[in-house]
Structure formats: C-alpha cells, structure tokens
C-alpha cells in the first residue's frame, strides 16, 4: 500500500511533527509511506516538495493581504485564521498518481486550497484528513475560542470584528459545505475533544471520524540522568525545575500570563518554593514575555527543533507545564510523559485525555490558577513522584507508541481499500 501524507511544513509546527512521525511509523510497519510538503527541513528522500509557483505566493501574499486589511485585522491573524483560496494542484505529481491512500494534515497558508482539495477528492483516491485543529469544520479560524457559529452557519465572525452575516467566514463556510456534503473524506481526530467539536458543526455531523492519537518515538524520547541533562543544559542542579514551552512564547493561547499568576499564587502560600524553584521556559519571542512577575530564576532557551535536544531538557526537568486555553493533543505533553515527567495542564481540549489526574499528573481547573499552584505542590510534595513518573512513561509507551499509531491507521486504510489485513 502506498500512502502519500501532505502537510504544509515538513518539521515545522505541532501538525508538521505529527505527520512526520506517522510518515516514519508507517515505514516501519510495511507501508510504502511518503510526504508531501511545501517546506522540506530535513534530507530525507521520501518527503517531496511542491513547486512553489509564483501564482501560489502571489495568491497567499493577497490572501494575506485581505485578512490584513479585513477590519485593520493584525499580522497576528495570518495564524489564526485561513480563507483557503491559495495553494498548488499536485494531482499531477508522480507522488499522487501513485498513491493508493491521499492523507492530509495541515494545509493551510498556502499549502491546498478549498478548490484543489475538492479536485482531489474527485481523483476518486480515497481521501483521509486529520483534524488537527478546528479549521476543517469552521469557516476560517483554526480556533474558535468561545464562538459557537460553526455548529450552524459561520458569518457575523467575532475574529474577523465582523457585524455582518455574510462576511467572508460565511462565504468559506458555504464553500466547504459544497465540498463535503457530497465528499466521502474519512476524518481522524487527534483528541476525543476535537472528535466531539466535529461532531458538533453543521459541517461534519454525521461524518465518519475516528479518533487516533499522536505518536511519538520512545527511542528518542525515553528516560535518562537528570544530573547529566542538567550540566549539559547549564541548569541548576539544587532546584525544583518547571518547564513551559511554546513555539511562541507570546502566543496567548499557550497560556504563560496564567503560568505566571500560578507561580505568584504558589509563593504567596508557600514562600519556601521561592528559593526551592526555578522556571526553565523554551520558545521563540520571549523577549516580548515580561518575566519580572515570575517569583523565582528563569532560565530562557530558544525554540529547540532538533528531538534529541528538547529530550535532554524534558530530563532535566521535574515537571512540564501546559496552561494552554485551547489546545487538541499536544506533541510536547507526550514527549515529556515518554521521558517520565509528570504534566499539569487545564481541563481544556485533549490534554485531560493525556494527563490523568493523580495518576500520571494533574489537571487544574480551566483558567483557575489557584488550582494550578495547588497542582504543582501536590505534584512535588504530596503526590508520590517515583510513582506518576512511572505511569507517565508507560502511558506513552502504550498509547502513543508509533506501533499503536501506525496499527490504527493502517486499519483506517484497509477499510478505505476494501481489504482486509
């Protein structure tokens, strides 16, 4: 069987790094499996790049222009929100003539557009699509925060400062439902959540969605020496160590103005933590995050891409934070977890699916920060450490191993072929 995925960015991102690793664990499970991207980062002969045309970045630089001047809407919002109306036709590509199964992942900013996706799905390959975020099932946005449009018809888009009923989220959320009401997409969900968000819009009810995790390589990311991650990072090795990482530290969906709330309200009830704990936080933009309000010494590292790096820092850390405000199934929570590192996180989105609390971890009340400070106490003093870093660890090494993973979307791809094993 021939599987060709497609994502946007190769290594890039949560989706991109998601893809890769099922590319690599179909590969090692008998799958002639390759991936189709528009950025390649690595030399790996099985990932193929488009063209980059001059009609596509001349189609994006307007798409981009549109949402900048939609309402004085901020750069920020080219992340945000994607009108899909960019991007390259590749069913011409030996790649795509060849493949027995079409998976798509994140294909926005430029990647496929609306049209182009609706070409392929006539190909008459059968098509598979894993939600990685929301924008398959709402009209332009990848989040929709506390919108509750898409379960109806999206217009009047509060991210967009729109009034009107039929602004340009209502006329993508008409052009998808012309796409999908007679598509026979199969769609995987990364989270329960995000199943059930689905599930919820007008656009996918009824649509058959199977909910399959993430996976991550235990190879690489597996237990090691504290003391020796510790020295080789230029960490503090007398300290109680909390991780917070982000590609984007600024990004306010990650949650770090929370994490900083927390950690005041856990000095101000237990002042001893304010010589016992340091904050190790890893993203890009942190100069644009004020630390002053953080109780205790901050140790800021860029963003790290490279697996074997960021495995070291998950094993100089005690604990990994996650105050995210919207989030599916983050590649970091299974990443830490597969180093035996207990996670804190908000009852929001996938992650109360990945942590379970008390058990390998904590999970807070949503947007509490008090219960975020009692969770992180809890997790270093009360709770035994030897015993939820060691559910941490099994929890990865079953649920998301690239075995498991690969097993059930090679299930997913026989049943779409008609065969049996």
Same mark, same amino acid.
């Given at each position: 069987?021939?599987? /060709?995925?497609?994502?946007?960015?190769?290594?890039?991102?949560?989706?991109?790094?998601?893809?890769?690793?099922?590319?690599?664990?179909?590969?090692?499970?008998?799958?002639?499996?390759?991936? *189709?991207? $528009?950025?390649?980062?690595?030399?790996?002969?099985?990932?193929?790049?488009?063209?980059?045309?001059?009609?596509? #970045?001349?189609?994006?630089?307007?798409?981009?222009?549109?949402?900048?001047?939609?309402?004085?809407?901020?750069?920020?919002?080219?992340?945000?929100?994607? %009108?899909?109306?960019?991007?390259?036709?590749?069913?011409?590509?030996?790649?795509?003539?060849?493949?027995?199964?079409?998976?798509?992942?994140?294909?926005?900013?430029?990647?496929?557009? *609306?049209?182009?996706?609706?070409?392929?799905?006539?190909?008459?390959?059968?098509?598979?699509?894993?939600?990685?975020?929301?924008?398959?099932?709402?009209?332009?946005?990848?989040?929709?925060?506390?919108?509750?449009?898409?379960?109806?018809?999206?217009?009047?888009?509060?991210?967009?400062?729109?009034? $009107?009923?039929?602004?340009?989220?209502?006329?993508?959320?008409?052009?998808?439902?012309? /796409?999908?009401?007679?598509?026979?997409?199969?769609?995987?969900?990364?989270?329960?959540? *995000?199943?059930?968000?689905? $599930?919820?819009?007008?656009?996918? $009810?009824?649509?058959?969605?199977?909910?399959?995790?993430?996976?991550?390589?235990?190879?690489?990311?597996?237990?090691?020496?504290?003391?020796?991650?510790?020295?080789? %990072?230029?960490?503090?090795?007398?300290?109680? %160590?909390?991780?917070?990482?982000?590609?984007?530290?600024a990004d306010r969906r990650k949650g770090f103005d929370y994490l900083a709330d927390a950690l005041g309200e856990l000095v101000a009830i237990h002042p001893e933590w304010k010589e016992r704990m340091a904050l190790v936080?890893?993203?890009?933009?942190?100069?644009?995050?004020?630390?002053?309000?953080?109780?205790?010494?901050?140790?800021?590292?860029?963003?790290?891409?490279?697996? #074997?790096?960021?495995?070291?820092?998950?094993?100089?850390?005690? /604990?990994?934070?996650?105050?995210?405000?919207?989030?599916? /199934?983050?590649?970091?929570?299974?990443?830490?977890?597969?180093?035996?590192?207990?996670?804190?996180?908000?009852n929001v989105g996938g992650i109360p699916e990945m942590i379970d609390h008390l058990h390998n971890g904590y999970v807070a009340d949503y947007k509490n920060t008090r219960s975020f400070a009692e969770g992180i106490h809890?997790? %270093?003093?009360?709770?035994?450490?030897?015993?939820?870093?060691?559910?941490?660890?099994?929890?990865?090494?079953?649920?998301?191993?690239?075995?498991?993973?690969?097993?059930?979307?090679?299930?997913?791809?026989?049943?779409?072929?008609?065969?049996?094993?």
């Amino acid at each position: 069987m021939r599987v /060709l995925i497609i994502n946007t960015t190769e290594r890039k991102g949560g989706p991109a790094i998601a893809a890769f690793r099922l590319t690599e664990a179909l590969k090692n499970n008998g799958i002639k499996a390759k991936m *189709l991207v $528009r950025d390649k980062e690595t030399d790996k002969v099985t990932t193929v790049v488009t063209d980059k045309t001059w009609r596509v #970045k001349k189609g994006l630089f307007i798409e981009h222009l549109r949402l900048s001047l939609h309402n004085r809407l901020g750069k920020q919002h080219r992340f945000r929100l994607d %009108l899909g109306t960019s991007g390259e036709d590749i069913t011409s590509l030996p790649e795509f003539r060849q493949a027995d199964i079409i998976h798509l992942h994140w294909i926005n900013d430029g990647m496929l557009s *609306l049209r182009l996706i609706e070409r392929i799905v006539r190909s008459g390959k059968p098509v598979v699509w894993t939600l990685h975020d929301m924008w398959p099932f709402t009209g332009i946005c990848h989040y929709a925060h506390d919108c509750d449009n898409y379960m109806k018809h999206c217009g009047s888009c509060p991210q967009l400062n729109s009034s $009107r009923s039929k602004d340009i989220a209502y006329r993508c959320f008409e052009q998808k439902t012309a /796409l999908l009401q007679h598509s026979s997409i199969r769609f995987i969900a990364c989270s329960q959540w *995000l199943k059930e968000m689905a $599930r919820k819009s007008s656009l996918l $009810r009824g649509m058959d969605i199977t909910c399959i995790p993430n996976a991550v390589d235990t190879r690489l990311f597996h237990k090691s020496s504290k003391a020796v991650a510790r020295e080789a %990072l230029h960490l503090p090795a007398d300290k109680r %160590l909390l991780l917070f990482s982000s590609e984007s530290v600024a990004d306010r969906r990650k949650g770090f103005d929370y994490l900083a709330d927390a950690l005041g309200e856990l000095v101000a009830i237990h002042p001893e933590w304010k010589e016992r704990m340091a904050l190790v936080v890893m993203g890009k933009d942190s100069e644009k995050v004020t630390f002053s309000e953080i109780p205790f010494p901050v140790y800021p590292m860029q963003y790290i891409s490279d697996e #074997k790096r960021m495995a070291q820092v998950y094993n100089a850390v005690d /604990l990994y934070t996650i105050p995210s405000l919207q989030d599916n /199934l983050p590649n970091t929570v299974v990443e830490a977890m597969a180093c035996g590192i207990p996670c804190i996180g908000f009852n929001v989105g996938g992650i109360p699916e990945m942590i379970d609390h008390l058990h390998n971890g904590y999970v807070a009340d949503y947007k509490n920060t008090r219960s975020f400070a009692e969770g992180i106490h809890w997790l %270093l003093t009360e709770g035994d450490y030897d015993m939820l870093s060691s559910e941490a660890l099994r929890k990865a090494q079953t649920t998301y191993s690239e075995t498991s993973v690969a097993a059930a979307h090679i299930a997913v791809y026989n049943q779409l072929t008609g065969k049996n094993e």
